[in-house]
């Protein structure tokens, strides 16, 4: 999101803005509140999957239809219901009673809620296009709630006549012959609603790790077509022991239908006070707008936040109590990493200042430069070990070297005679075409400087979900692209440079029309296989290229190592038990190390050859 410049902005949202940044409570309050918001959602709302569309459609008949039919029938006065003068009456003739049952008409509209859950299974193109995907997803959400609410206020009328039904109000009120069928019917949307809760937890946890609030766990794209369908088994496993412990500890489903209700209703709440946040930063309204459109849905979401609060004793307390955990593991990870992330801006160094290359008349026999430690590294000479070393590059900056280097040049004094920087970038596409998957580059000493080191590269590979790049061709594959990419700089290097301008010369004028043949000459020669010994010998700069390609090759064919770096963490020691803070830091930390260790993929588990894997350990202080 692009900021917003302060001269742009009004007085009242520069004011929130600076609050907001320079203020550590507000920011770890907002950290909370949004955590607190999504760990609501999945603690109890749904999201409407399109594939059982037509079951919800066919439920939703079968209410409106039941409804007109006990409308006909038994009591039409129940229409009266859509009057606002008699909502008011009912407020005022039973008072606090009329409060409390705020909190039990929630679920008369909180599909209109599911559209939040919904979106997140669109890409950020797909979003701005209303007219086929949001409005659609508002038909979806308002439609179903608001045909509920409707087929509810035409069962009345059978209720109104028939007082034993309120025990089984809508098998009680279906019409003679049709219990089966809406039996069949019920059970089904029963299984949507299961389905729609499952789906929505996958899409809010997805978002969630890209946030860097939850570890990286296994997620599995089950479509090429559509993006944003995912699965994911171990919360899948997770969500059926929760379940079965729900049913236990619930005995019937109106403390079930609280403890939802008041998860709506909070992240409702909490929607409206963040898109007034929106409104008055990015948006730049007025703060007099943003207040007025604040007090109106904040005073509407408040009256039924405090009704169903006071359902937390009879059932809400554990969605609320589960709300809580989430949002304390969220938490908890997010700090930790931002520990973390501190840490491991000390690796974040230019080859620059690890390396230096000796000049050109202390080389050896005409070998690669020989390397040498900094002197912030000791000034000690590099050793050259034979083969290629393919270090795993976490961060894939093009102004550093990966940590897992730079220790491996700390402990041993020694670097391969070919050093490839290896680079993992995921994409959001189901797959990248081979001919835009791999990006290779030299390792220039100085991000702004010119001068590259001498067998040094850099290796960006960029995947789909769909595709497998960590295979054990992955070494060979590397080499191939390494060498297209000195071919390739030798075909730019030596390409013809355009023509001055000639003077009216007879023989200048008759060379710029040249002849057709020879330009299919000129063609051919360029398309011909590359042949160094035969036409590049006696040029410097090709018989440069022909050592590089020549030191690659035999350095492939020694062996080709792949290192990973593996990185422990240890809490700074604390003063004393005394501070209470220390010590609060410290247990979080250690928590934190504790879901790291235990959530971290191994190396083991890579598909790689285990005798050319390589594990450099390092610890960090946090």
Known sequence: MERVKTNELRPGSKSARNLMERSAFMKALLKIVGVMGVSLVMSGTSKIGSAFAPIVIIWLLFNFSFGIYNLVYFDHSVLKAFSPYFAGAYFVRNKTDGWRSLGGILLAFTGVEALFADLGAFTRRQVPIPNVSLQLKLNRCLVPSSSRGCASDFHVSYWHQNKGAYSNPFFSSVPPGTFYPSLVIAILAAIVASQTMITATFQLLSQIIKLSYFPQIKVKHTSKVFHGQIYIPWVNWLLMVGTICVTAAYSNTTKLGEAYGVCVILVTFITTSMVSLVALIIWRLHFLIVLAGFLIFGTLDALYLSSTLTKVPDGAWFTLCLAVLLSSIFVLWRYGKENQWRAEREDRVSPSQLLTEL????????????????????????????????????????????????????????????????????????????????????????????????????????????????????????????????????????????????????????????????????????????????????????????????????????????????EQMRIREVQGWGDVSGAGRKIALAAFLWLRSNTGSKVANMNLDVEKLVEVGFVKVI
């Open 359 to 566: 000049p050109k008349d202390a080389e050896k026999d005409g070998g690669a430069p020989v390397l040498r430690l900094s002197s912030s590294m000791g000034g000690a000479p590099v050793s050259r070990l034979r083969g290629v070393g393919i270090f795993f590059d976490k961060t894939g900056s093009p102004n550093s070297s990966p940590s897992v280097f730079i220790h491996f040049l700390q402990k041993f004094q020694a670097a391969p005679a070919v050093v490839v920087f290896f680079h993992i970038r995921p994409l959001s596409a189901p797959t990248v075409a081979l001919e835009d998957r791999f990006s290779v580059s030299r390792c220039f000493a100085h991000i702004s400087s010119k001068s590259t080191l001498h067998d040094f590269y850099r290796v960006t590979i960029r995947h789909g979900y769909a595709d497998e790049v960590i295979t054990s061709d992955l070494g060979p594959t590397i080499y191939e692209n390494i060498r297209n990419f000195i071919i390739h700089e030798r075909d730019m290097s030596s390409a013809p440079s355009p023509l001055p301008e000639s003077t009216s010369t007879d023989e200048e004028s008759s060379s710029s029309s040249p002849d057709p043949a020879a330009t299919t000459n000129n063609t051919n020669n360029r398309n011909a296989p590359f042949d160094i010994s035969a036409e590049f010998a006696n040029n410097s700069k090709q018989q440069h290229v022909r050592q590089a390609l020549a030191s690659l090759k035999a350095a492939h064919d020694d062996q080709v190592v792949y290192i990973v770096g593996k």
